[in-house]
């Protein structure tokens, strides 16, 4: 099955992350971080996610997972260590049309986390389909030491000359030539 890469932004979507365990922990941690609205659904749950509940970061709603609890929301993450429960989620995720993704369960899931590095506004994402995650994994290692923080502030910097060509009167395809131009000047590993 072919997977179709794509950035999202999530920011005030509402998201949902069933299981509190350390699994779920780095789940709603990675959508905190995109900004969603996140909603956490387990019974019991680790110090951080209270922390985050208790401080207004996300909804913690200490009880068994409810079909319900999927109205209205973008996406769910099923994270429990019941294989049940998990298939639970998914199946009544189908049935809404929420994206789901089941951790560690390929089969059940509709969009992978891939393995990211960011450094400012450039994101390097890795992903086998869900077949080896440990080679993502060391992929994205490789890539930390070949792109060091140096690259947010080149990011950044093209990012302001792309607005300021913008600004201008320029033809459209003149501009994408001095944009090509400027990110052909950025150095990449391995070139001299």
């Known amino acids: 099955m072919a997977l179709f890469p794509l950035f999202v932004r999530l920011e005030n979507r509402p998201c949902l992350v069933v299981g509190a365990g350390a699994v779920g922990e780095a789940k709603t941690e990675s959508l905190v971080q995109a900004g969603t ?25 200490p009880r ?25 989620v998914f199946q009544e995720a189908r049935s809404r049309d929420v994206l789901c993704n089941v951790v560690d369960d390929p089969p059940r899931c509709d969009f992978f ?28 290692e490789r890539f930390e030491r070949e792109f060091g923080p140096e690259y ?8 302001a000359a792309r607005e300021r060509l913008f600004q201008l009167r320029i033809a459209p395809a003149r501009r ?15 070139e001299k």
Do not use: H
Not at 113 to 131: E, H, M
Not at 152 to 159: D, F, I, M, N, Q
């Open 64 to 88: 068994k997972f409810s079909p319900a609890d999927l109205e209205g929301k973008f996406l769910v993450v099923a994270a429990t260590s019941s294989v049940a429960v998990n298939d639970f």
């Open 113 to 140: 986390y891939p393995a990211v590095l960011r450094r400012g506004d450039l994101q390097i994402a890795v992903s086998t389909n869900g077949k080896s995650p440990a080679l993502a994994q060391r992929l994205r």
């Open 37 to 61: 609205a996140v909603w956490v659904v387990a019974p019991c749950a680790t110090p951080r996610i209270k922390e985050w509940a208790a401080s207004g970061g996300i909804a913690w709603l």
């Open 152 to 159: 947010a502030e080149s990011v950044r910097k093209l990012g």
């Open 176 to 190: 994408r030539e001095m944009l090509l131009r400027m990110a052909r000047q950025l150095p990449l590993p391995g």
